[in-house]
């Protein structure tokens, strides 16, 4: 099953500074299904660590179990001047959407631990911050649903 995710998530949720990780894309979690993309959190596991995260990219696609290895950068390093995959070249303008989405990861917290749609509307948001051409979805489509069989992707080895 064709599922999405950018390794930008990272920026909200690891709090070291810049270095590379080994990242495994697991599965799709509690994330909701909105119009056959999977929105919400996956399940990661990042050097040894597992957990929950969100990303910032619509269009990467991955399909689970799929490993590569990463660059994990922090706010701070992406404000710094450090690249990311949307700020190349960094400018005022892409350093703003990074932090408008960075303001979105926070409110995740402000949900109930089971507002999976809460959730997808906050990832979707910051799809819509991140691609302008994305036209949201909304609650509209069926949670829990799988979306439909898709051609496999070709991973790298660097974040999707």
């Known amino acids: 099953m064709l599922r999405r995710f950018a390794l930008a998530a990272l920026l909200a949720l690891v709090a070291t500074g810049a270095h590379a990780a080994s990242v495994t894309f697991n599965n799709v979690a509690n994330s909701v299904n909105r119009g056959g993309v999977h929105s919400g959190f996956y399940s990661l596991t990042i050097d040894s660590a597992m957990l929950l995260a969100m990303c910032d990219s619509r269009y990467s696609q991955v399909s689970p179990p799929i490993n590569w290895t990463a660059d994990v950068l922090t706010y701070t390093d992406i404000q710094s001047g450090a690249v990311g ?63 439909p069989p898709a051609a496999p992707t070709t991973a790298s080895t660097g974040p999707p």
Do not use: C, H, R
Not at 110 to 116: E, K, Q, S, V, W
Not at 140 to 147: E, L, N
């Open 85 to 147: 995959k949307f700020n190349s070249p960094s400018t005022a303008a892409t350093l703003a959407k990074y932090s408008q989405a960075g303001w979105l990861f926070s409110q995740v917290a402000t949900l109930a631990p089971n507002d999976y749609s809460g959730q997808a509307d906050i990832q979707e948001a910051i799809w819509k911050i991140m691609t302008p051409a994305y036209a949201l979805i909304g609650a509209s489509a069926t949670p829990g649903t799988s979306p």
